[in-house]
């Protein structure tokens, strides 16, 4: 009965009908309380209802179980990633890595956790290896990509984000990534071609064309500038970054007043943000001569 009980629970977890499956997991576990599995898709089921405790218990019991279940150590480490507990994401990714050596998912979460914990050199040196043993793996260079970036290896990043583009044309995301790291690496010219597409595709993004703009600012192209950041500020009207860098490309354009506005909403969004009082006092002082 108890099997029965719980294939239907995971068809109805696979469904998307995760009260009806919580129910028929928890029938499981009355008559089978031992059923490591089951646990550990209970454990699934509260965790897509953002119950990351009671998520962290059912895949704590699925590895006391089954001490060798490399999955439930993989589950653990991503709540404890969602609970910001990095130390812990560590320990169980490498866990899981030690029971299952060539899951690549398992040593992508250990890349992705280093990432999250601030070790970036331990991050990339993972997703490094990975690449080489997994050449098609998007999910690897996009983080591999973040990984450098965050190490401030700009250059590397754009060329890991230009292989994840190559392997999913189609993915926004991507793209958006690759014209950050290609500003980032003092490439304008190259962000340009890259995030106009962008921004045609995904029109109602404010950081597309926030990060346009800032190519286009970048190149000193102060009136393509203000188009596109005008257009992010629409979008959205509380971006810190975008109200600055507008009312510092206005100046630009010797649009005081209209830079001045832009500056004051900055500085309500940060008001300890030396920059943006600085850039003020001038456009204010223009205003007055």
């Known amino acids: 009965m108890w099997r029965t009980r719980y294939s239907l629970a995971v068809t109805l977890l696979q469904s998307g009908d995760r009260g009806r499956a919580i129910i028929e997991l928890h029938g499981v576990l009355k008559e089978k309380p031992d059923f490591f599995l089951a646990h550990n898709a209970l454990g699934l089921a509260v965790e897509s209802l953002m ?3 009671a998520a962290r218990e059912e895949y704590e019991k699925a590895v006391t179980l ?3 279940f490399a999955l439930g150590y993989y589950n653990l480490a991503h709540v404890a990633s969602l609970r910001k507990r990095f130390g812990a994401a560590i320990f169980y990714s490498q866990k899981a890595i030690s029971l299952e050596p060539e899951e690549p998912s ?3 979460a250990l890349g992705i956790a280093y990432s999250e914990d601030g070790k970036f050199q331990k991050a990339v040196e993972v997703l490094q290896k990975l690449v080489v043993s997994h050449p098609n793996f998007v999910e690897v260079y996009l983080n591999l990509g973040a990984a450098y970036g965050q190490a401030k290896r700009f250059s ?11 392997l999913d044309p189609q993915s926004s995301q991507t793209r958006l990534s690759l014209g ?9 010219n190259d962000a340009l071609r890259v995030l106009k597409p962008y921004v045609e ?3 109602r993004d404010s950081q597309g064309w926030y990060w346009l703009g800032r190519a286009h600012k970048d ?8 188009t596109a950041l005008e257009r992010a500020s629409m979008l959205n009207g509380n971006d810190y970054e975008v109200h600055y860098n507008l009312g510092v490309v206005l100046t630009h354009l010797e649009r005081y007043a209209e830079a001045a506005h832009q500056l004051e909403a900055a ?3 940060n008001p300890a943000g030396a920059d943006v009082h600085y850039q003020l006092a001038g456009v204010l002082r223009r205003m007055n001569d």
């Open 106 to 108: 398992y040593q992508l």
């Open 219 to 226: 190149l000193a192209q102060y009136r393509h500038a203000a």
């Open 180 to 188: 950050i790291a290609l500003l980032a690496n003092a490439q304008p």
């Open 51 to 53: 119950d990351l405790d």
């Open 156 to 166: 590397d990043a754009v060329e890991s984000y230009r292989k994840a583009l190559r």
């Open 267 to 269: 500085e309500k969004l």
């Open 201 to 203: 595709r995904e029109p």
């Open 66 to 68: 089954n001490p060798s």
